[in-house]
């Protein structure tokens, strides 16, 4: 074998931040946190998410919120039912509308005509008004 091509294997400790459960092995890896175990000094490296706290091997659901995701997660999940709540009830009104009967339809689409022509009517009354007033100011 040829000296100096492998990397120095260094005692370590893997600690897991979200439940503080402790692995020793040994590592490349290298830190400036040490911790005595058994009387050897072990470099210490921190991890989010190890065997001791990931719900496949645990079999219950941790949050772990690392950079606000589950808030974001959360955010984007109240905004989707909304948005389901509101497309249910406009669902429900065209529901009711084809559920209308036709002296129903036939009513409410008179009402909106008669409606229609009466504020056309208006617009004239008051175009007519405007130009009667525009001609006797121009007369005086």
Same mark, same amino acid.
């Given at each position: ?73 959360? +955010?984007?999940?109240? %905004? &989707? *039912? $909304? ?7 406009? =669902? !429900? #009104? ?27 009517? +208006?617009?004239?009354? %008051? &175009? *007519? $008004? ?7 100011? =121009? !007369? #005086?």
């Amino acid at each position: 074998m040829k000296k100096d091509i492998h990397p120095k294997l260094n005692p370590v400790v893997f600690v897991d931040t979200s439940c503080g459960v402790e692995h020793a092995t040994i590592s490349t890896l290298t830190s400036d946190k040490k911790k005595k175990i058994n009387g050897i000094d072990h470099y210490v490296i921190n991890v989010e998410i190890s065997s001791a706290s990931h719900p496949f091997y645990t079999g219950k659901q941790m949050l772990i919120d690392t950079a606000g995701r589950v808030d974001k997660f959360r +955010a984007r999940m109240e %905004a &989707a *039912k $909304k948005k389901q709540e509101e497309s249910a009830l406009s =669902k !429900k #009104k065209q529901e009711d509308a084809k559920k209308e009967s036709v002296e129903e339809k036939i009513t409410r689409k008179a009402k909106a005509n008669t409606e229609a022509k009466e504020e056309e009517k +208006a617009k004239k009354v %008051a &175009a *007519k $008004k405007a130009t009667t007033k525009k001609t006797s100011a =121009k !007369k #005086k």
